[in-house]
């Protein structure tokens, strides 16, 4: 099993970061994966991945919302079962200044190490992604 992780304050109230989390059209400004949900964002639907490769192409990926609650936390699990399997989240609390996020996921099966590798999904391309919306919410 292996983890990516990143934790830190955003200056921003838990609604604004949500806002930024709940609309996928607008990922693609902050956040290296792309996203589609077509029936909405509810547990138990699908949501639909672009994940970058290296070279600039994109793998299509769905995975199945396991959490969505409101200013509190989006999370989803994909990947072939057994082979590599990752549930991906962000979660929300209140913080004196703004909101604590945390975004990390867990990785698991045979090739768990060797996807992580390859694709770089390590605690500081997560870091690199919470900056990033970090970025996106100052800016809007």
């Not at 290296?54 to 299509?60: D, E, K, M, W």
Request: proline fraction near 7%; glycine fraction near 10%.
């Amino acid at each position: 099993m292996r983890r990516a992780h990143d934790e830190r304050i955003l200056p921003h109230p838990p609604a604004a970061v949500w806002a930024a989390l709940i609309d996928l059209p607008a990922w693609d400004r902050w956040n290296m994966v792309t996203a589609t949900a077509p029936a909405g964002l509810v547990a138990g639907e699908d949501l639909h991945l672009r994940i970058p490769l290296p070279g600039g192409r994109r793998l299509p990926a769905r995975a199945r919302l396991v959490a969505v609650e409101t200013e509190r936390a989006l999370r989803w699990r994909g990947g072939p079962r057994g082979v590599f399997v990752g549930e991906h989240g962000y979660r929300l609390s209140p913080a004196e200044g703004g909101t604590r996020l945390v975004h990390e996921e867990v990785f698991s099966g045979v090739a768990a190490g060797l996807v992580t590798r390859l694709l770089g999904l390590d605690d500081r391309a997560y870091g690199r992604v919470s900056a990033a919306l970090d970025r996106y919410l100052r800016e809007r």
